[in-house]
Structure formats: structure tokens, C-alpha cells
Nanobody, 118 residues
Framework: QVQLVESGGGLVQPGGSLRLSCAAS????????MGWYRQPPGKQRELVAS???????NYADSVKGRFTISRDITKNTVSLQLNSLKSEDTGVYYC????????????WGQGTQVTVSS
């Protein structure tokens, strides 16, 4: 059984920074993709950033240049550095781990609240 445990998040003023971390444990296929999604209040969940086992990254246009995703392959951990935060970044942030296709395995963290407010 795979489990994802998140840490970080909290309340920060506009222009501030936060760092989110996620640790996956269990039987995990080596070639996988980890990422961060967020769900603003009253809106759909959206991809923020992802990184695969080769280090290839994807970012939402709204966070490019401000957020940085990184991972430790050996430890199955992923982090998201959030800089220059805006009120629009407020939401619940979720860690995701996935691998394979037919079948595709997907695992989610419990989510952590990020609130950007003055």
C-alpha cells in the first residue's frame, strides 16, 4: 500500500514564500511522476507542477517563474517552493504520485492548506 504524507503550508502574506514537502512510502515503481495540484475555493482542482523520474518538469502558466518543483528519487520525496505568493495562489494543495498505463496507478496525499492574505 502506497501512502503520501505532506508537510508545510500555512498562512503567508502576499509576496511571501512557503515550501511544501511530500514523502511517499510503500511499493513504488521506480519510473514515476510526482506532482502538486491545487484547488482554490469554489474551483476545480488544477495541476500546479509535476516532475518525472528523468527530472522533466511541467508548470502551470500562472506559477511559472515563481514556483519550483524538485524531487529526491531515492527517498521518493517531492517539494514545491512557492515564491512571490499572490492571493490567487490560495487553496488546498495536493501531492500526487502516478506510474504506468493500463493499468495506471495514482495516489494522492491528504492535502494541505495554503492561504495568502494580508
Amino acid at each position: 500500500q502506497v501512502q503520501l504524507v505532506e508537510s508545510g503550508g500555512g498562512l503567508v502574506q502576499p509576496g511571501g514564500s512557503l515550501r511544501l514537502s511530500c514523502a511517499a512510502s510503500g511499493s513504488i515503481f521506480r519510473f514515476n511522476t510526482m506532482g502538486w495540484y491545487r484547488q482554490p475555493p469554489g474551483k476545480q482542482r488544477e495541476l500546479v507542477a509535476s516532475i518525472d523520474s528523468d527530472g522533466n518538469t511541467n508548470y502551470a502558466d500562472s506559477v511559472k517563474g515563481r514556483f519550483t518543483i524538485s524531487r529526491d528519487i531515492t527517498k521518493n520525496t517531492v517539494s514545491l517552493q512557492l515564491n512571490s505568493l499572490k492571493s490567487e495562489d490560495t487553496g488546498v494543495y495536493y501531492c500526487k504520485l502516478e506510474w504506468g498505463w493500463r493499468p495506471k496507478m495514482e495516489y494522492w496525499g491528504q492535502g494541505t492548506q495554503v492561504t495568502v492574505s494580508s
